[in-house]
């Protein structure tokens, strides 16, 4: 992409070695669950499994960010390769160690040790998804750094694309057994491939060249937000907390964020029941497939058109057509109408990302920037799984009771809108999207969305760069 300027050899690089590790990262995760349902037909068991997760990876983004901040970028990202390939390793261990009927019953103490040891190899990988952020901002300038958050958004397409079509299948031919000798064949070949890539680790000013493989500074000045004694291992969550509330308009983005995650566990919640009512599981899963596809398309447009000046503006315009998406698809039991509005959200998804993203790399000091995305994904991500764990029983026991048999809104409005246990879900889609375009509608009209506009417009942000440079 020529409309991408900087340093684009050693972005590619690390997008191509990043979608190598992220592939196997979610396959072993997919994997995981596929065969603890199929082992143990337990539905309890795998939500249990969920939950903790997402909880989990809610508790260690700010964790994650202070030592992608306080370390070198790259010795981050092989560190976080290298903890999953030995947590994948002793994983393998223990599931050759036992015989396999062990695996079958839900309380197993092999089992759940297995279980935990893939999910913090998988929660390692966390580690570089927020260092590579903080990378497009050192090697890419400024102008173009949405569009390369854009081919950013389109390697998790293509991550997601590849793992549902390939975890499955691994676990139908072989249990977990190929699933592990892979993962630790592709994460040993990408450790030792990001080992040849050299990169710098800060942003230069204009006209200084940035040393190769440049390390930061033990001494380094300190920044907005970070009092000069803040020890090197700290993590730090009141700075960062005090360096986000300084940026005006950044926390209310970020609260708005995790509201969206919030009314987005609807989707965790109950995705995968409404569309098995409305088609087998193999169209289902083969759907997703091509669902998937989007992510991928939607980040080469980001890419190809950019974002405009005003990346604020172009998340909240986003969210309010995909809030509509939201209303609009449950309202007939169609699957063509399911599959087109999912289409559609997922072409638009890469644009929200990336502006997000955009909008940090502008705003945050280059050196809180791991910190702050940590913060960010970890507020964002704890909201998802509150809505999944509350929305399934109000579902179960009150909005299908009142879309079937005798219920109040199967009489009232079930003439027009249909009744059943799939229009009870759809009335939940929908009041989610209502839901979601009245917040969307306030916050466009609100002050923290016009105070963060007028700092995007007004210039970067303090001890920041305010591009980077190709490397000599």
């Known amino acids: 992409m020529s409309s991408i300027r900087g340093d684009r050899r050693t972005f590619y690089q690390l997008l191509a070695n990043t979608l190598l590790v992220s592939v196997i990262n979610n396959t072993v995760w997919f994997a995981i669950t596929f065969y603890v349902y199929l082992q143990t037909r337990s539905v309890f068991a795998t939500g249990v499994i969920s939950g903790i997760f997402l909880v989990m ?18 010795t981050m990202m092989q560190l976080s390769a290298l903890v999953s390939l030995m947590l994948y390793a002793a994983a393998l261990a223990v599931y050759g160690a036992v015989p396999e009927e062990s695996f079958t019953d839900p ?24 260092a590579l952020p903080t990378l497009v901002t050192a090697l890419i300038e400024e102008d173009s750094r949405d569009r390369a958050n854009g081919l950013v958004g389109s390697t998790s397409g293509v991550s997601f694309l590849v793992t549902s079509v390939f975890s499955g299948l691994l676990v139908a031919f072989g249990g977990m057994f ?16 990001l080992a040849a890539v050299r990169m710098p680790e800060r942003p230069a000013a204009p006209g200084v060249p940035v040393p190769v493989g440049a390390e930061p500074s033990a001494e380094a000045a300190p920044v907005l937000g970070e009092p000069a004694s803040a020890p090197a291992h700290a993590v730090d969550l009141r700075g960062t907390i005090r360096l986000v509330r300084e940026v005006p ?14 009314l987005g ?41 950019g974002l405009s000046h005003n990346p604020v503006r172009v998340l909240l315009l986003v969210n309010l057509v995909l809030w509509t998406v939201t209303l609009l698809f449950p309202l007939r039991s169609s699957i063509v109408l399911l599959a087109v509005g999912m289409y559609v959200y997922m072409l638009l998804v890469p644009y929200a990302e990336a502006a997000e993203q955009t909008i940090l790399q502008k705003v945050v000091p280059y050196e809180r920037q791991g910190r702050v995305f940590g913060f960010a994904q970890s507020v ?27 219920g109040a809104g199967a009489q009232t409005i079930g003439g027009w809108f249909g009744t059943g246990t799939d229009r009870g879900l759809a009335l939940v889609f929908m009041l989610t999207g209502v839901i979601g375009l009245i917040a969307t509608t306030l916050a466009l009209r609100s002050r923290p969305y016009r105070r963060l506009s007028h700092r995007l417009g007004s210039g970067p942000a303090t001890g920041a760069a305010t591009a980077a440079s190709p490397r000599p």
Do not use: C
Request: hydrophobic share 65%.
């Open 265 to 305: 566990g609807v989707f965790m919640a109950l995705m995968d029941a409404y569309g098995l009512s409305l088609v087998s599981v193999q169209v289902w899963g083969l759907l997703w497939g091509v669902l998937s596809t989007g992510l991928i398309f939607g980040g080469l447009l980001v890419a190809r058109t």
């Open 380 to 406: 964002e991500q704890a909201a998802s799984p509150l809505t999944a764990f509350l929305i399934s029983p109000i579902a179960q026991f009150v909005f299908i009771p009142l879309m079937t048999g005798g």
């Open 249 to 262: 308009g950044l926390m209310a983005l970020i609260a708005f964020s995790a509201f969206n995650n919030f």
């Open 57 to 74: 990876t809610a508790l260690t983004g700010v964790w994650f960010g202070s030592l992608v901040d306080r370390h070198a970028k790259k």
């Open 178 to 193: 190929w699933v592990l000798i892979l993962a630790l064949t592709a994460l040993a070949a990408g450790v030792l491939h």
């Open 107 to 130: 309380a197993s103490v092999a089992l759940w040790t297995m279980i935990v040891l893939l999910m913090f190899g998988v929660i390692a990988g966390n580690i570089r998804t927020i």
